[in-house]
Every structure is written in C-alpha cells, then in structure tokens.
C-alpha cells in the first residue's frame, strides 16, 4: 500500500499527525496495534495531564477542539444536571489532576468523529490493530515498513515519501536504523544537574497498567492473584513502607506522605479546582484521577463515581521494557503489580473506620475496552528518542537554572508546552525527579533526525532527554509534536524540500511557521511564570 504520509502509531501523537497531514490536502495511512486510537488518554486510560492556563492559551487549536468535543459529548448523550450541563469548563470526572477528567471511552469517540470525513473519502486509511515488525532502508531514507496484524499475523508492505514514528515506545528507530538514546544520559554529555556522571541506557521511567473502578454494595472480591505474596511484601528501600500501602514519598520533596481513600465522598463536583500549581492532587486517591463524579448527573445516573487508578503504587520499575530481551516477562509482571494492587484495596487496606479492605470495589474494565478490567495498554512514559539536529536538556527549561529569565526561546520554535519535570521511580532504582519548569517551546531541531532525512518522531521519541522527557511526554505536547510532525511532512511535499531544508534556512523556517500559526499552533508563551 501507498501514501503520501504514513504514520505508524495511532496514540495522540499518530492522531494529531493524521489529521495534520490530512489537512495540508495529503493521503495518509495511520496504524496503530490496540484496539482503540488516542494511546495515553484511551487505550492507557490516562486522563490527560495538562498546565494551569489550557482553559486560556498554551494548547493547539485541534487540541482544544478535541477537549472541546470531549465536553460537547457529555453535554448530548450523558443525563448532567442542569448547573454541570452550563458549566462551561465542564471537568466531568472533577478529578484534581487535570481540568478535563473523563471516560476514556468518551475520547475514542470524539477522535473518531474528528477522523470521520477523511475516513469516509478515503484519504485516510487507518490499519487496526497492526505493529510495526520490519523496515525498508537505502541510505538515509525510509523506503518501506512492514506492519503485521496482531490477532492474525498479516503482514503489509507500507510506502510513503515520509514516514512518522507515532509509536509509544520508538519501535521504527531500531526497525530502520535511526540513531537513538534510552534511558539516562551522563551529565557530561548534556550538563543537566539532574543527571548521573555515567550514561544508564537501561533506566528508565515505570511504566503501569491503569484500570478504573466504582464502589457499590456488595462483596466483589474475586481470586487472590497468584504473585500477590511477593508483590503484598514488597518494599522500594526509598518508599517510606511497603509499595503497597497508603504511604509513598512525595514527588516534589520525596519525604514520606500518607494519602487518604475515601470512596464516594459527598463533595460537590462543580466547587473542584485542579491545578497543579497549588498541588499533584493525589492527596485523596479517590478524587485525584476521578473520571466520573456521580453528583454531575442527575440521580441514579450512577451508583457511584468512577475513579482511574493511576497512582504511585502501580507503577512497575523492576526491570525495562525497551531493548531487552524479557520485555514481556516485565509487561506481565507490571500487570501482576496492578491486579495486586486492586486485591489489596478490596481485602487489606486500611479503612479510616478501622477496618481492613473495600470488598464493594468493582473493576470496571467496560469502562477501558479490556476483559481482564485493566487498561488494553500499558502506560509508556518514556520511549526511545531520537538523536537530533537539537537536544532539548533540562538546563533549558528548569525554573531552578532559568529563574526569572525563563526557558529559552528557540528561535525554530514549532509549539509550545508546559508542565514540571516529572519522572517517576525508574528502573535504575532512581527516587522521582519532580523540578519546577518554565513554559517552553518545542524546537523543530528536537524533530529532524540527525541522519535520517524522511523519518519524523511524532511523539514522546522526539529530542529530549531521560529528564526533559518527563515534561515533553505529557497530552498536549505529545499532540503538538505529532501535529508539528503531519505538518511538516505536507510542507515538505508541497515545497519538494527536506525537514533538514526547513530547519536550516531561514526563509523555509519562517514559510513553515507561518503556515503553524494559520493552524492554530501557538509558538510562543505570553508573560507567564513556572511552578
């Protein structure tokens, strides 16, 4: 099969890429390998991590868009009580974590409907549920990727001038010899305070199975998991307790704190504010990552809220899972971890009455396309990553270096993000790394290859590092990237250049701008500090 621009990966970057890409007049051809489009914010059931200021500025126009659809959604088909149904900032889940807390499902639906007409002429065609498994070089260019289908191993040949790598984990920089990093670099090759003085290729962040539960009447504790003894007694030498426990360190200050749970509290959802300036939010476990409030509805819509359980106790960093050779034995270790967990909640965690576990929790694997009740995918928040024209380290963005001047501002800035440094427990033993940031921009040097002249990152495998990665994972600048990624790919075409054109002369540089800001892509922050 041919295209004019293939992307393979169908999270948000591979979605955002799509619709780019489609929009500069190009065919596309988007795969992805789990069952579902919109990678972290559906088939990994993470409700998106987004800055203060999204209601205002700091997100592209298509991502508002998307936000905006999540909200129009709620608004036509869920029974909201009149005072959430105005609610302009309508935070459905009234989660603290984000201003947008919502069913994963409701998110497949809205992406759905924003790829509809291009669906429907045929100028894309998405390939579900399809991986990567081989790839075509001659020189520096890409020439083919072959994608096998998951279930029942069909393999198609896949060809296009450009090709985007929207993968969760980097699979087409191996597959087509693009040179990479993983893990942590030394820091006496990028000079981030924050790294070690050797490269750790192997360390990197937890990955974690998310899953969504309610609690109801009724005693719904199913089969103690077979590996629930090691996992029940497990215990990081950082972590203050056993891994499974209401204790774990405070991201920001890693001293150890103790979260409360408190299923079905009778607060009001229209009186939550998230923001993550004042605080992560995960003081209460049940309303940080809540994605349905049962007072947004009219009563007896819902037995109970819904919470998304995305918290520090399902995060897996036992071992890697890129570039190993026991990645599934990791993979279903991390599952292990999160059916433990939620065994733990219904049958031994400390209640505020006294009493011991919460029998009336009841995974709601409906609620994320699964059988087994956790998420289809694991949550990635670290992939492989490009080596680039330009490398974006910590010491260009974190508050503590930058202070007042703020991050710096790339000239070839292709979009705009922000959100702190945040690095989970990793596989190194490494305690979080949680440093205030500086809104930033995105450079289009973090885009181009170093070598590889038709290959673009469209996702977290941009040019970062192990530590800037930590805030260039999260939605809204994974989206950017991908979208800056289609973008570029369609310029490209339709001016015959290279990305390595576009970056290097000046006249190209600013056309292409031009062109990202007629999209509704923001280069640039107003005055506006970090935290």
């Given amino acids: ?113 924003m790829l509809a007409p291009y669906r429907a002429s045929r100028r894309l065609q998405v390939l579900q549920p399809y991986r990567p498994v081989a790839a075509d070089t001659d020189g520096d260019r890409v020439t083919a990727v072959t994608v096998e289908h998951r279930d029942t191993e069909e393999q198609l040949t896949l060809t296009a001038p450009y090709i985007l790598d929207a993968t969760e984990t980097g699979e087409l920089l191996p597959l087509t010899g693009t040179e990479y990093v993983t893990g942590f670099e030394a820091q006496s090759e990028t000079g981030e305070p924050s790294a070690p003085a050797q490269a750790q290729p192997l360390n990197m962040q937890a990955v974690s199975y998310c899953f969504a539960v309610d609690h109801v009447d009724g005693d719904h504790v199913g089969d103690k998991p077979a590996n629930y003894a090691f996992w029940r007694n497990y215990q990081p030498s950082f972590w203050g307790d056993r891994l499974l426990s209401w204790t774990a360190p405070n991201p920001r200050t890693l001293e150890s704190s103790v979260r409360t749970f408190t299923p079905n509290p009778d607060d009001d959802p229209l009186a939550v504010v998230a923001d993550q300036r004042r605080s992560g939010g995960d003081t209460n476990l049940w309303t940080f990552r809540r994605i349905a409030a049962r ?85 990635i928040r670290e992939s492989r990553r490009i080596k680039a024209a330009y490398t974006i380290v910590e010491q260009d963005l974190s508050v503590a270096v930058r202070g007042t001047r703020g991050a710096v501002e790339y000239a070839d800035s292709v979009g705009i993000g922000m959100y702190r440094i945040d690095l989970h427990p990793s596989t190194g033993g490494d305690n979080y790394i949680d440093v205030a940031s500086s809104p930033f921009r995105i450079p289009l040097g973090a885009l181009v290859p170093q070598r590889v002249e038709n290959l673009l990152p469209a996702g977290k495998n941009l040019g970062s590092t192990h530590i800037t990665n930590g805030c260039y994972r999260l939605h809204p600048v994974e989206w950017n990237v991908g979208e800056a990624a289609g973008l570029l790919a369609g310029f490209c075409l339709d001016r015959g250049v290279s990305p390595r054109a576009v970056h290097a002369t000046p006249a190209l540089l600013g056309e292409f701008q031009d062109r990202l800001v007629a999209q509704g892509i923001e280069l640039a922050w107003p005055d506006v500090k970090g935290y």
């Fill in 295 to 379: 007072r947004h509805f009219v009563p007896g819509a819902y037995e109970s809220d819904i919470c998304l359980v995305n918290w520090p106790m399902i995060d897996y960093f036992e071992g890697p899972v890129i570039d190993v050779p026991d990645a599934a034995k990791h993979l279903a270790a991390a599952k292990e971890l999160s059916q433990a967990v939620f065994y733990w909640l219904q049958t031994e965690a400390p209640r505020p009455d006294g009493g011991t576990g919460f029998p009336g929790l009841r995974l709601r694997g409906d609620l994320v396309g699964s059988a087994d009740g956790l998420a289809q995918a694991p949550y």
């Fill in 1 to 113: 099969m041919h295209t004019d621009v293939l992307v393979v990966g169908g999270g948000l970057g591979g979605v955002a890429a799509a619709l780019a890409a489609l929009r500069t007049g190009r065919s596309v051809i988007l795969t992805e390998e789990f069952d579902w489009l919109g990678g972290q914010l559906t088939s990994q059931a993470v409700p998106p991590d987004e800055h203060s200021w999204v209601e205002q500025f700091g997100v592209t126009a298509s991502y508002r868009a998307l936000r905006d659809g999540i909200r129009e959604y709620y608004r036509r088909h869920y029974p909201l009580t009149v005072a959430s149904r105005a609610d302009a900032h309508l935070n459905p889940g009234a989660g603290y974590v984000s201003k947008l807390c919502h069913e994963p499902r409701v998110a497949v639906a809205v992406l759905d409907e």
